[in-house]
């Protein structure tokens, strides 16, 4: 899990400010305005999808856990 | 100073003795049984825990947490219970019961008795940490001797499974996996040695797990899990599912089978330095589904050159996996229902997800649009 900043009061904020540092992220992770079905988005251990989505506040405090499906088992 | 029978008599005079009728009226008592081994052995009333009188004082928490539960205590004949009434009572339980005539005036007016099934004496050598420990005992490991759990995959997740779940002497495991064992298998996967390469890993691994424990029962199936074999494979008869695959098809092929049949899933995956664990308890947490609801494109999956792992890294998760499974087949403790446990090996931290189950999910929530298997497009996620 690697730890990078990233600046924005809500989840699309912070996404966007992530995808214009590293563009690869755009595919991945959040693409076209929209988290990646196969990646999850958790604010303070809450799937930004059962709260308020991309728009989920972001407090200065606040862990954001970008988590893409893994199926490794070897 | 004082006699036995003083010490008895008053003992008696300052605890509450109830007869069976009064203690089976208290209700949600916990009914305790503080008789020796032996005594146990030749039989019990059902659903009482067994507590030797020896041992109260430092397990009867371990039993019953809760004070203001009633306990209803008894011996041969409701003297040694007396004397158990008193201590409770001075370690702050509200209602603590001394059943008057103990088992024996139970079973002499027609009390319905249990009579336990117990570990041969070998077993009760090879179990003997798990016997000392209050919340497995001899029950369960008789439950882990009758489960049956199926692995699949016997590689890096699957070696520390099989290994450990047949130590704990799961009776019987089952094995799905097509590969054969070659030298990169060897920096980590340790159910397969230099004395197997080449072999299949599912009979490297069923010699590593009789060489262990001959009392497990190992299934072998050496092909890869398909829409094809898994209903054939899944009617052996499962308790549980230790899934340890290398691919997002298998992962999905597993998830759907386990909510249509109702068996949990002791989810378990790998990346480099990265490891997640859950379980999937068809119903009543959340399903993979629920997770992520469809694999990623293939363009979009980590490629094989990317890949990777540490070498411990399944050691840790596949051990994780196994504490839920031994947890799950004992029937103890929280599993990991609904909370997916993230491990990081290079900074050792510890992150927890909350995953729900989702109404929308589209196997196991209120209008389920899968209704039957599907292939995915193999591709590369290791």
């Known amino acids: 899990m690697r730890e990078v900043d990233a600046t924005g009061s809500t989840v699309r904020e912070l996404l966007e400010d992530l995808v214009s540092r590293i563009p690869a992220l755009g595919s991945r992770v959040y ?8 990646v999850n988005v958790y604010v303070d251990g809450e799937d930004v999808r059962t709260r ?13 856990i970008l988590l893409p499906a893994m199926a490794g088992g070897r | 100073m004082s006699t036995y029978r003083e010490l008895l008599a008053r003992t008696k005079a300052e605890i509450s003795e109830v007869d069976a009728r009064r203690a089976q009226d208290l209700s949600g008592a916990a009914w305790i049984d503080i008789r020796e081994a032996d005594e146990w052995q030749e039989g019990h009333i059902p659903g009482a825990v067994h507590v030797p009188r020896g041992n109260l004082e430092s397990r009867i928490e371990g039993v019953v947490a809760d004070k203001t539960t009633p306990v209803v205590l008894y011996c041969a004949s409701g003297n040694r219970s007396a004397f158990a009434a008193k201590t409770l009572a001075e370690l702050g339980y509200d209602s603590p019961h001394s059943l008057v005539g103990g088992f024996t005036d139970w079973k002499r007016n027609g009390g319905e008795i249990t009579l336990p099934r117990t570990l041969s004496p070998e077993k009760r050598t090879r179990y003997s940490r798990h016997l000392l420990i209050p919340e497995i005992g001899e029950e369960g490991q008789l439950k882990l001797l009758d489960s049956r759990v199926l692995l699949i995959g016997a590689g890096g997740l699957g070696s520390p499974a099989s290994l450990y ?9 089952g094995i799905i996996d097509a590969d054969i064992v070659d030298e990169t298998n060897l920096q980590r996967q340790i159910a397969h040695s230099l004395d197997t390469l080449g072999t299949p890993k599912v009979d490297s691994a069923k010699r590593a797990i009789n060489a262990l424990n001959p009392d497990v029962d190992v299934r072998t199936y050496r092909e890869r899990l ?8 899944l009617d052996d008869g499962w308790d549980l599912i230790v899934d340890g695959a290398d691919n997002f098809p298998t992962r999905y ?4 089978a386990s909510v249509w049949r109702g ?7 790998i990346y480099r330095f ?6 999937f308890k068809p119903h009543e947490g959340p399903c993979y589904r629920c997770l992520f609801p469809e694999p990623p494109p293939p363009e979009l999956a980590p490629s094989c050159a990317e890949g990777g792992v540490l070498g411990v890294l399944p050691g840790i998760v596949g051990s994780l996996q196994t504490n839920e499974a031994i947890k799950l087949a004992a029937g103890i403790g929280e599993p990991l229902v609904g ?9 050792t931290e510890f992150n927890e997800v909350r995953i729900e189950r989702r109404a929308d999910c589209p196997v196991c929530g209120d209008h389920p649009t899968i209704t039957e298997y599907i292939d995915y497009v193999e591709f590369c996620a290791r």
């Open chain 1, 52 to 64: 308020e989505g991309l728009e989920t506040v972001v407090r200065d405090t606040s862990t954001v």
């Open chain 2, 339 to 347: 909370r997916l446990l993230l491990f990081d090996a290079l900074s």
């Open chain 2, 165 to 173: 779940l047949a130590a704990a002497g799961v009776g019987t495991l």
């Open chain 2, 274 to 279: 990265e490891g997640q664990v859950t379980v």
């Open chain 1, 31 to 38: 693409g076209e305005g929209e988290i990646q079905p196969f």
């Open chain 2, 253 to 256: 092929l597993v998830n759907d």
């Open chain 2, 226 to 233: 398909t829409s094809e074999n898994i209903d054939r494979i």
């Open chain 2, 263 to 269: 068996i949990p899933v002791v989810h378990g995956s």
